[in-house]
């Protein structure tokens, strides 16, 4: 064996303990090497969106010798009798695209601020895209506090073809995981930028929705021109398994700032005398549905 067998990938699709490996000279399918599953598994040894080396035999299959290290990854824990295991969504996502529309269906933003705070947690990079933008007089009236907190919104809308030019060149060459409620038209977008492709999404995330007697298949979509997209339904599920009630206040930008400027270090910023966040939304300087927002994941409501 020499060296030229071994190459470095990407794993863009992982099904039934194989992996379909992007190497820049083609896909090799491959199998995990004996060695790295040695021991007790406690979540997904490689998952989509790990980059690999991978050993390349005569036949043309591969084995996966090593897994770089993760930057990051969206993992859904999975209670198992032998105990909880990890399940890796999508691992080294450069981008969270929510995907939400302005209206049919309402809003749930409630469920965004989930979202955020979960990307927050694991500092994925977030856009916001407020989709069906034909339907409403105003979409900033319903997404413009998040773009005052710091995050990116984009304005879509695939009747008037809005945003679209802009959503297909800040996808480009980047590995986005992609996310919303149903009916929001995350499948008209993708397939508004690339033909085909919406429809290829849906299919991979119908099959996984479907539960845990369907073969699950994960899989990353290629975008002409560079990058990869995921639909990552999931992140519903994705549980703040390990997070502190106090820890939720680092996930809100608008609150982090001012929690040093609490008189207590350990006001939970609901009733205390000197809260500085009581003080900023009592002047208006926070957002009271954000506010809210912040009240129930840090009850742990779900």
């Not at 896909?27 to 007790?40: A, D, P, S």
């Not at 939304?281 to 009271?288: T, V, Y």
Request: hydrophobic share 40%; aromatic share 6%; glycine share 10%.
């Amino acid at each position: 064996m020499t060296s030229a067998d071994t190459k470095h990938g990407l794993i863009i699709k992982a099904q039934s303990g194989f992996f379909w490996v992007e190497t820049g000279e083609g896909i090799v399918v491959c199998q995990l090497r004996g060695k790295l599953k040695q021991g007790r598994a406690t979540g997904d040894i490689a998952a989509i969106g790990d980059r690999v080396q991978v050993t390349v035999l005569e036949d043309g299959s591969g084995v996966v010798e090593n897994v770089e290290e993760r930057k990051q990854a969206l993992v859904r824990l999975d209670p198992r009798p032998q105990g909880v295991y990890q399940q890796v969504l999508l691992a080294n996502a450069d981008q969270a695209v929510f995907v939400f529309a302005c209206a049919h269906p309402d809003p749930k933003l409630k469920m965004l601020d989930r979202f955020l705070v979960i990307a927050e947690k694991q500092k994925i990079p977030v856009l916001i895209v407020a989709n069906k933008i034909d339907l409403v007089d105003d979409p900033k009236k319903i997404f413009g506090m998040y773009e005052t907190i710091g995050y990116r919104a984009l304005y879509t809308s695939t009747k008037t073809g809005a945003g679209l030019d802009e959503l297909k060149a800040l996808l480009q060459n980047k590995i986005s995981a992609f996310a919303g409620p149903s009916g929001v038209g995350k499948s008209s977008l993708l397939n508004a930028i690339q033909p085909g492709l919406g429809l290829a999404v849906n299919e991979i995330s119908t099959a996984m929705n479907k539960g845990r007697h369907t073969t699950v298949t994960r899989q990353m979509f290629a975008l002409d021109g560079g990058g990869y997209v995921a639909d990552t339904p999931g992140w519903k599920s994705l549980a703040l398994w390990d997070t502190e009630p106090e820890e939720v206040d680092a996930y809100f930008p608008e609150l982090r700032e001012l929690v040093p400027h609490c008189q207590f270090s350990d006001c939970t910023h609901q009733h205390e005398p000197g809260c500085a966040v009581l003080a900023a939304l009592k002047e208006g300087k926070i957002h009271p549905e954000r506010y809210e927002s912040y009240l129930r994941l840090r009850s742990g409501k779900e």
